[in-house]
């Protein structure tokens, strides 16, 4: 945390907000070229220069192309937009944002879109590409997702709409199945796990863009599934369907970033002991609501839940991606009471406002309920690799 390194005190200092530091934790990774910061010709940072990131599989083409231009560069894109803050939501946009120039870095990128960094994801060694490799194919990427979840609670959960040449509107809920909602989650970034949950929150005033939609759960897009057309349909927007990405909640607390723990197991929800929960497990739990991994344990501050304790002893790294990834018990196995029940907070202590992205801005904390600044005397690149 950025108050374990040395400073006078909370409150007490020796500057003026004309020294208010500033902080980038987008060392290695930009979008170029495009109509926003969450778009363009993306441009990656290596050995002090930046360069490109070829997309052509040099592979067999007609075997190998239709699997990796939907799976892998779509999987990539998601790790680039993690990486500038806007969370797994990126697609793919072939090289709609033109040539690079300059070095081409990566070739063969292979990811499966869990990854923190691009650079973990499988690559020819850095700056060695494909003869067929050129500017002309570098990759582009969006953040801004083709369909989105609106009305509820997080990101993860509300009314779906899909984007459809520039324009949003939703989708029917003639068969449209919890296999179709793993598509859609996928999409935004949170694997296949998604289910359908009626039209809870209301009805859309949009086009209805599809009707009729069959999945198999596997389909990198809801494009790609089996539908009735765009814009063909059948039904009223009282129909329009609602999808839920969230197998955790937050309850009982001030606001939906704090509350008491609660995970949805076989359709049930119930509630998780608080013996070994520690606040890699609280990151993981933050990053699965959409406000990435910046969560902490508060032990049992808002009471005690009913029903089932679903888990107990849960040991997380703090790096993966649901909690349900991490080590415990086994469902329903616990020695401990309702009055163990874990309470998780999502407020971070520290944020980057006034900047192109959460990732980078004027440096702002959080302390006995104000947000405040910080000076940049004495603040080196040490003190903001603790705020990143």
């Known amino acids: ?159 779906l709409e899909v984007d459809h040449n520039g324009t949003r509107g939703t989708v029917c809920n003639d068969g449209f199945t919890n296999a179709s909602a793993r598509v859609v989650c996928f999409m935004l970034g949170n694997e296949y796990s998604g289910r359908v949950i009626a039209n809870r929150y209301g009805a859309g005033n949009e086009s209805i863009w599809l009707d009729d939609v069959q999945c198999n759960g596997t389909e990198p897009d809801i494009g790609d599934c089996r539908h009735g057309g765009w814009g063909q349909h059948k039904c009223g927007h009282n129909q329009d369907v609602t999808v839920s990405c969230n197998t955790v909640r937050l309850v009982d607390g001030p606001s939906p970033r704090e509350g008491r723990l609660e995970v949805e197991y076989n359709g049930t929800w119930g509630t998780v002991c608080d013996d070994g929960f520690t606040h890699s497990a609280a990151r993981v739990v933050c990053l699965m609501l959409a406000y990435d991994y910046s969560g902490r344990a508060v032990g049992n501050r808002y009471g005690a839940g009913s029903g089932p304790i679903w888990l107990d002893d849960v040991d997380c790294n703090g790096t993966e991606t649901d909690i349900r990834d991490c080590r415990h018990r086994g469902w329903g196995r616990h020695n401990c009471e309702h009055s163990q029940d874990v309470s998780v907070s999502c407020d971070t202590s520290v944020r980057l406002v006034g900047g192109p992205s959460p990732r980078e801005g004027r440096l702002e904390v959080y302390r006995n309920g104000t947000r405040g600044s910080m000076c940049s005397i004495g603040f080196t690149h040490a003190s903001a690799k603790v705020v990143c």
């Open 1 to 159: 945390m950025i108050d374990d390194c040395r400073y006078y005190s909370w409150g007490r200092d020796d500057c003026g907000h004309n020294q208010i530091v500033s902080v980038s934790c987008n060392a290695s990774v930009r979008l170029v070229g495009g109509p926003s910061p969450r778009e363009g010709r993306l441009e990656l940072h290596h050995n002090g220069t930046w360069g490109t990131v070829c997309w052509y599989d040099h592979h067999d083409h007609h075997y190998h192309y239709h699997y990796y231009h939907y799976y892998h560069c779509h999987s990539a894109a998601r790790v680039v937009c993690h990486m500038l803050g806007y969370g797994r939501i990126g697609r793919f946009d072939g090289n709609r944002y033109g040539a690079g120039s300059g070095r081409i870095w990566l070739d063969n990128l292979w990811c499966r879109g869990t990854e923190t960094n691009i650079g973990d994801c499988q690559h020819n060694v850095w700056g060695s590409h494909n003869s067929h490799c050129g500017h002309h194919e570098v990759l582009s990427v969006s953040c801004n997702a083709s369909v989105r979840l609106v009305g509820g609670p997080s990101p993860r959960e509300g009314l």
